[in-house]
Each structure stands twice: as structure tokens, then as C-alpha cells.
């Protein structure tokens, strides 16, 4: 994890994006990195034909998500509350959260956006270099690293 001092003499400023990462959900599999400025988030799908909606067994049990299911099978559910259901993610995302606080409409694909969705790619690039990302290795390589550095301890 990586933070900062926010009190105190030696308080740090504000950084200009926080940044998210999502890579498993008990047992699924995910792959999102996401920065959140002071009025856009963008967030980078590396799994996009992963629907946001994944079967998740302990979710599968909670009575909101059941009804919403059953909802979206029965082709009850507004467009905006079916987005949660569709087949696939965009690649990438941008939503202004001061315009649209529940981020239903994505700018990434609007040429007026363009420079802030580049500059928001490139932050989030340089983030997962400056922490060592290691979310697109996959999971068997890191593991055989690590079984191999334990042998040799």
C-alpha cells in the first residue's frame, strides 16, 4: 500500500490522482487500474470481455444482487441499471464525477476529451511503474518465483 502523511508538521500536499487496482475477487479474476482527480476518473479494463456482473458465490447469496438478476432476466431493468449486466466492459472509461456522480456516461470514445483521457493514461502507466505492477503476470509465473526464492532461502 502506499499513502502519505495528511496531518501533522509533516503533512505531504494532495497528490493530483489517487490510484485503484482490482485484480481478484475471492474467486474471480479481474484486471482494472484506475485514477481519480479532483473531476474524472479513468479507469483501464485490461479484461473486457469479463462482464462487471461475475458470478461471485457469496454475491450470488445477498438478496439485492439475486433480485437483480432475476430483474435483469426478466428484461425489467432501466438501461442504466442493465449496464451492470452487459457482456463486456469497455477498454477504457472516463467519467466527469462532478457531472455525472454515478458514472453512467462514458467519455472515453469523445474527441473533447481526448487530452484528459491521455493524461490520465499516462498517470496511470506511470503509477503501476512506480509501484511495480505486477498484474499482468500471470498468476502461475509468480508463483513458481516465489516457490524458487523460498527454495534458495
Do not use: C
Not at 452487459?86 to 473533447?112: M, S, W
Amino acid at each position: 500500500m502506499q499513502g502519505r502523511v495528511f496531518l501533522g508538521e509533516k503533512k505531504k500536499p494532495a497528490p493530483v490522482y489517487l490510484f485503484f487496482h482490482r485484480d481478484r475477487m475471492d474467486e474471480a479474476y479481474e484486471l482494472m487500474r484506475a485514477a481519480r482527480g479532483q473531476r474524472f476518473k479513468y479507469i483501464r479494463n485490461y479484461e473486457p470481455e469479463r462482464t462487471y456482473a461475475q458470478n461471485l458465490d457469496y454475491m450470488n447469496r445477498m438478496p439485492t444482487l439475486v433480485d437483480l438478476r432475476r430483474l435483469h432476466a426478466e428484461g425489467k431493468l432501466d438501461p442504466i441499471q442493465s449496464l451492470w449486466f452487459r457482456e463486456r466492459k469497455p477498454i477504457e472509461e472516463l467519467y466527469d464525477v462532478i457531472a455525472d456522480p454515478h458514472e453512467t456516461v462514458n467519455l472515453a470514445g469523445k474527441p473533447e476529451h481526448a487530452k484528459t483521457l491521455e493524461k490520465m493514461r499516462k498517470a496511470t502507466e506511470q503509477w503501476q511503474e512506480n509501484v511495480g505492477d505486477l498484474g499482468l503476470v500471470p498468476e502461475p509465473i509468480m508463483m513458481e518465483k516465489l516457490r524458487t526464492r523460498r527454495a534458495y532461502r
